[in-house]
């Protein structure tokens, strides 16, 4: 068995046994989605996004998960508020930039996050991600919207070091790095481009493996995303049509152990 | 046949035929699944939070639910408009304490509408009810959290009688009373646990059988509780998986009729 | 083949071919079921509400949808600087009035909407839409609420014409009209009105099939109702139970194309 089977398998593991409580601030659309997906797995999700709460929630968190869709401006205070507090317990803060580069609101607002407080993991798609390079990181990662390639790896291994946390790109092979360490997935199916929530979920569902990894944040964060492409690759033999598709992914996330893992889990670290 | 499975097939053929409107205050993470349960059973869900329309809505409607998950200050002003409002024109109101203990804000927020609103039932998990209950009621019910003691029963009909409510208390084993009567209910799965919303939707179906019941609170609710529970038992049949076992839960609560129900319902009246 | 039909047809596969981004402010019960309805049938949703994004995320986008379920003052605002944005790109919009005639905050929103932009298309309801016109439409329409009478058809028509819009009434059978065409549409299940969010669903696949319908306003719309009602039409030979219907109406909006459709549409231009 691969050492990160072994890995994914013992996260996994810590995950069913802890439930470890995840603070989740995020958007509207994917509220109920990502609740399901952290309950399916074994984590404690928790949803609150009130200035007047998120300092006292975040303290009793084992994660902490900020998510910009659907942004207003008072939620991007409770997000600092919470972050700065998630910091100073010393939980991993797992950052997804939905529709970073679409509009300035989104841009600026995880540019804010980011200056204010320290991410563990910035999770995206690649256009999200690159989007928040420097200029020569965007440039570099321009060809590189749907295959990864070596040039949008190294734009990812470079952004880790200027940016101090993990880079997680999802896409149909993807790539996560803290700018030392490159691993890359390819579990995972092109019906999950078709369900509404998905990548949110797996910003969650990172979360919850970054809270039990004890600091090992690559590694935790490459196992959650083999987890979780595995669990499609399972459920795909169910359905690839988009509902049922969903359904039988909930119900994979809640039943793949040991046994379905072994041998299936796609990440190869270069 | 039990008088209280009588009960609840009047209760439930009477939503079916009505379609009872039930006004929701509820939090953004089961918005979606509060109305597709309230759907199914028969009634007509209608959520709507802003000041402006809050007291013309509850006007309107035969019951109103606030659940405080993902509470925010404007909405508990509302919370209050709305109570007020159902306390005038004599309709139930169910109070879902989500996370109450958890937070400040939520423990306050279910202190200020408890004091400014008459609250007909208030229903949640054994922790946050008891934490909303006296120092006294506190240390009677705390080591109860999992499984229903004796002790937590008489911490409930001591809250029911302080608290002028029907207090319901949902867990393995469930506990409904009014201070006088109890209700123990012992329908419902333990994957149910495993799919978020359900026990906000439990609340959602209180509030349609309190609609219908001619002021028989405790007995509506003991009611809600056991057949919300035994469509839990038999869409496990189909799956007990979280996924699938959600859609095969809305189905049996669109489904199940006093066929199922006869000698069904685990409710005991002590 | 009916002419409609291979309209249809021919506006299917632009979306599938374009993916159109659908820019959507709408409730927060159906936000999740919106963008998965979008996403099976192929077009690209997002959902964003603030007034510090609307305007770009409009002129970024293929067709708005606006929906005012759940609404509030400030979405108000921020609905009425999307439309006027997408009237100045050339966007349709498509307005769904949840709820109007209920309260005074929803009815008087409708009419702030439709006097600051131009609305392309106004889906709703026989008692939503019948709420807005005039006191002589109100008359004309009053006996109609459940079936699609004459007095129903040229109340819709009257009110295309004075609001110059396309008038969309979804029920039992359909009727979409510019003032001068009338669609009659009978495809659809009595299923539908026991999930929830699925009007709106149909407000948004509208969107979807005006924004690559070259201004043929009422031809999309009937296109979109015929196509979504055979939807359902098929998914029932899966389930008429709510929940396991909503799946496979997802699945067979992401599945269904050109040899499904041929003979199956039942819309009558009269």
Redesign the interface.
């Known amino acids: 068995m691969m050492e990160v089977e072994a890995n994914t398998i013992e996260f996994l593991t810590r995950i069913r046994q802890k439930a470890p409580l995840i603070h989740n601030i995020t958007?509207?659309?994917?509220?109920?989605?990502s609740?399901?997906i952290l309950?399916?797995i074994g984590a404690s999700?928790?949803?609150?996004?009130?200035w007047?709460?998120v300092e006292?929630?975040a303290s009793?968190a084992s994660a902490l998960v900020l998510n910009i869709?659907?942004?207003?401006?008072d939620w991007l205070e409770s997000m600092i508020i919470a972050a700065i507090t998630a910091n100073s317990v010393g939980i991993p803060v797992i950052l997804d930039p939905v529709?970073a580069g679409?509009?300035?609101?989104?841009t600026e607002a995880i540019e804010k996050i980011m200056e204010d407080c320290s991410i563990s993991v910035l999770r995206g798609n690649c256009s999200e991600i690159l989007s928040l390079g420097s200029a020569d990181i965007k440039t570099k990662g321009v060809d590189s919207s749907l295959s990864l390639s070596d040039r949008t790896v190294d734009a990812a291994r470079q952004m880790a070091i200027d940016k101090k946390c993990v880079i997680a790109i999802s896409g149909e092979e993807d790539c996560i790095t803290d700018g030392n360490k490159v691993f890359r997935v390819r579990n995972g199916q092109p019906v999950m481009?078709?369900?509404?929530?998905i990548g949110c979920g797996l910003s969650a569902v990172t979360a919850a493996f970054c809270a039990v990894a004890d600091n090992n944040l690559a590694l935790a964060t490459a196992a959650a995303f083999g987890y979780y492409g595995l669990c499609a690759d399972l459920a795909v033999k169910t359905?690839d049509?988009?509902?049922?598709f969903?359904?039988?992914?909930?119900?994979q996330l809640?039943?793949t152990g040991s046994e379905e893992i072994e041998g299936q889990l796609k990440i190869e670290e270069v």
Do not use: W
């Open positions: 958007n509207f659309v994917v509220m109920n989605s609740a399901n309950l399916a999700p928790v949803m609150a996004h009130c007047a709460e006292e929630m009793r869709g659907t942004i207003q401006e529709g679409a509009t300035k609101l989104r481009t078709r369900v509404t929530g359905s049509k988009p509902g049922s969903e359904v039988a992914f909930i119900d809640y039943s």
